[in-house]
Nanobody, 130 residues
Framework: VQLQASGGGLAQPGGSLRLSCDAS???????IGWFRQAPGKKREGVSC????????FYADSVKGRFTISRDRVKSKVYLQMNSLKPEDTALYYC?????????????????????????WGQGTLVTVSS
């Protein structure tokens, strides 16, 4: 199974970007999490969403600015990032646990535990700079 993250790029402070995670290779319903890793820092959890889309979580650092959503028909998960700050600069990864369980995903994302995720996208670079 594969995940493919895309949509990164350069944005100005206060700007917006939308990341996409293609989960079409998953045959069953999987919760998806987003992590990010800034240079010299540990990978941290950003947000996650259940397969049905009704449950989601945001790290305090992005709450109110980022919105996670998913299109089950297209098997894609989106991370809309608004009011971007320079500290949002990082490689962003989408990921899933082995079973795709939402509570497991939530625990990993909320607890900044990337080792609990089994499947990873390749990362997409977000740079916020003027």
């Amino acid at each position: 199974v594969q995940l493919q993250a895309s949509g990164g790029g350069l944005a100005q402070p206060g700007g917006s970007l939308r990341l996409s995670c293609d989960a079409s290779s998953f045959t069953d319903g999987y919760a998806i999490g987003w992590f990010r890793q800034a240079p010299g820092k540990k990978r941290e959890g950003v947000s996650c969403i259940s397969f049905e889309g009704g449950s989601y979580f945001y790290a305090d650092s992005v709450k109110g600015r980022f919105t996670i959503s998913r299109d089950r028909v297209k098997s894609k998960v989106y991370l809309q990032m608004n009011s971007l700050k320079p500290e949002d600069t990082a490689l962003y990864y989408c990921a899933a646990t082995e079973d795709g369980d939402y509570l497991e995903t939530l625990t990993a994302v909320a607890g900044d535990q990337p080792d609990d995720m089994k499947y990873w996208g390749q990362g997409t670079l977000v740079t916020v700079s003027s």
